[in-house]
Nanobody, 123 residues
Framework: VHLEESGGGLVQPGGSLRLSCTASGLTHGDYHMGWFRQAPGKEREGVSCISRSGDITYYNDFVKGRFTISRDNAKNTMYLQMNGLIPDDTAMYYC?????????????????WGQGTQVTVSS
């Protein structure tokens, strides 16, 4: 199983980025998927997660109204549209896949992880 993130970069406060996560080696529609982030000195935290069919989504309070998660199972790809970025959003962003089971956005239940893409919000 291989997950690859893309779309990170440097953006000014208030700007936008769209992250993508392309999966291979698994049947995309069988897995819950999620975006997580980790800033230096902090624990990894759930940002947003989406059920395998896309009918259930979760957003951490700190991104509600600013980020939108989506997935295209035909393309084996998940997205995170990030608007209204703030400096506190600066972190390494990871995508992850969870084997079929109860939907959750806790990092411990995710089985496969990408290498991450850096998002830096700074003027």
């Amino acid at each position: 199983v291989h997950l690859e993130e893309s779309g990170g970069g440097l953006v000014q406060p208030g700007g936008s980025l769209r992250l993508s996560c392309t999966a291979s080696g698994l049947t995309h529609g069988d897995y819950h998927m999620g975006w997580f982030r980790q800033a230096p000195g902090k624990e990894r935290e759930g940002v947003s997660c989406i059920s395998r069919s896309g009918d259930i989504t979760y957003y951490n309070d700190f991104v509600k109204g600013r980020f939108t998660i989506s997935r295209d199972n035909a393309k084996n790809t998940m997205y995170l549209q990030m608007n209204g970025l703030i400096p506190d959003d600066t972190a390494m962003y990871y995508c992850a896949a969870s084997k079929p089971g109860m939907f959750s956005c806790l990092p411990d239940v995710y089985d496969y992880w990408g290498q991450g893409t850096q998002v830096t919000v700074s003027s």
